[in-house]
């Protein structure tokens, strides 16, 4: 009788997954920068979003409910002028261009884009 299980059961995450180590089969997830459209990891970008109630928002953790748009947490404030000017920040958050601050969103991505201590 053999003890091995056989390739269709699960075995679990792994020693690897334990350490933090990303197992080399795992996908990343990739979203789309508003402004360049530029696909990168979803860990290289900035959420902007949409509450219920209120204006545009940077969501530095990404989990804010609400309607999302991912702008470049490197080149932010360039990607938001670029999506300004092809309006394409107000088609993905499906809003009027009124409930838009850029002014606002500019300042708060560039404290997104600080490093950490």
Known sequence: MSSAVPPSVPTGAGPEAARGVPSPDRRVPQRTCVGCRQVRAKRELVRLVLP???????????KRSGRGAYICRETGRTCLDQAR?????????????????????????????????
């Open 52 to 62: 219920a109630e209120g204006p545009v928002q940077v969501d530095p953790t990404g």
């Open 85 to 117: 000017k092809r309006k394409a920040l107000t088609r993905a958050l499906r809003t009027p261009p009124d409930t838009i601050d850029y002014e606002s969103l500019a300042a708060q991505l560039d404290a997104a884009a600080r490093p950490r201590r």
